[in-house]
């Protein structure tokens, strides 16, 4: 991969001082998805990535991971899972907690999402 490539890539992603809190620089990848040529750019990076890896898997953390998560899954052939904040899947989950800069929070995803030994791609932004 060529370096150009992705720095090509990284002068798409806004950053936001203080949000959503002081001392938060909060990296806004939404003008990357609204150029069609950054963001397939972006796709292809992770294709080339991750294309002989043996993946059965890609899953998305909500909300941004969703977007590219589902992307890659369907340029690679492979099934998507999402992984969403708490309380948002209307079946049997799975739970955990992770730390943020500015707080904790709580993601699920279906307990019958992935089978033992499948290899999963996880995907966020």
């Given at each position: 991969?060529?370096?150009?490539?992705v720095?090509?890539?990284r002068?798409?992603?806004?950053?936001?001082?203080?949000?959503?809190?002081?001392?938060?620089?909060?990296?806004?990848?939404?003008?990357?998805?609204?150029?069609?040529?950054?963001?397939?750019?972006?796709?292809?990076?992770f294709?080339?990535?991750?294309?002989?890896?043996?993946l059965?898997?890609?899953?998305?953390i909500?909300?941004?991971?969703?977007?590219?998560?589902?992307v890659?899954?369907?340029?690679?052939?492979l099934?998507?899972?999402?992984?969403?904040?708490?309380?948002?899947?209307?079946?049997?989950?799975?739970?955990?907690?992770?730390?943020?800069?500015?707080?904790?929070?709580?993601?699920?995803?279906?307990?019958?999402?992935?089978?033992?030994?499948?290899?999963?791609?996880?995907?966020?932004?």
């Amino acid at each position: 991969m060529h370096v150009d490539t992705v720095e090509y890539v990284r002068r798409a992603i806004r950053s936001v001082p203080d949000w959503p809190k002081p001392g938060i620089i909060f990296r806004d990848i939404t003008p990357l998805l609204q150029d069609p040529r950054t963001f397939r750019v972006l796709i292809d990076m992770f294709v080339y990535r991750y294309m002989r890896q043996r993946l059965d898997l890609v899953a998305g953390i909500d909300a941004r991971g969703f977007i590219l998560g589902s992307v890659l899954a369907y340029e690679l052939n492979l099934g998507f899972v999402p992984v969403r904040k708490k309380g948002k899947l209307p079946f049997r989950t799975l739970a955990e907690q992770y730390t943020l800069e500015y707080g904790n929070a709580t993601v699920e995803m279906h307990t019958d999402a992935v089978k033992p030994g499948q290899r999963v791609l996880l995907i966020d932004d």
